[in-house]
């Protein structure tokens, strides 16, 4: 496993943009591939989007595509989702996660290691 922390969360308008962080720790992550989930208030955590181990390779759920982008940077050990044109209903706390599947996944039930989170809030 590699350990995960995820920053960058915020206040932040209707329209804004903000870029979460996640810095991950161990020589193994660049075999990791890692993926960004939400969980709001009585909700289930809900997939992001997803980036493979070399970062050619995203996917995204369908309410952020176009607005969200994940990169990551394997020579810092690092993951960013930048999220512009927010919306109050993407208000939740963001987690990153890592997998060693090496398909697409967007199942949390696939992903063996986790952040603590970031708190995102957008208003209206």
């Known amino acids: 496993q590699v350990q995960l922390v995820e920053s960058g969360g915020g206040l932040v308008q209707a329209g804004g943009s903000l870029r979460l962080s996640c810095a991950a720790s161990?020589?193994?992550?660049?075999?990791?591939?890692m993926g960004w989930f939400r969980q709001a208030p009585g909700k289930e955590r809900e997939f992001v989007g997803y980036?493979?181990?070399?970062?050619?390779?995203?996917y995204y759920t369908d309410s952020v595509k176009g607005r969200f982008t994940i990169s990551r940077d394997n020579a810092k050990n690092m993951v960013y989702l930048q999220m512009n044109s927010l919306k109050p209903e993407d208000s939740a706390k963001y987690y990153c996660?890592?997998?060693?599947?090496?398909?697409?996944?967007?199942?949390?039930?696939?992903?063996?290691?986790w952040g603590q989170g970031t708190q995102v809030t957008v208003s209206s």
């Open positions: 161990g020589r193994t992550f660049s075999r990791y591939a």
């Open positions: 996660a890592g997998s060693k599947s090496t398909h697409t996944v967007t199942s949390r039930l696939l992903y063996d290691s």
């Open positions: 980036i493979n181990w070399s970062g050619d390779i995203t």
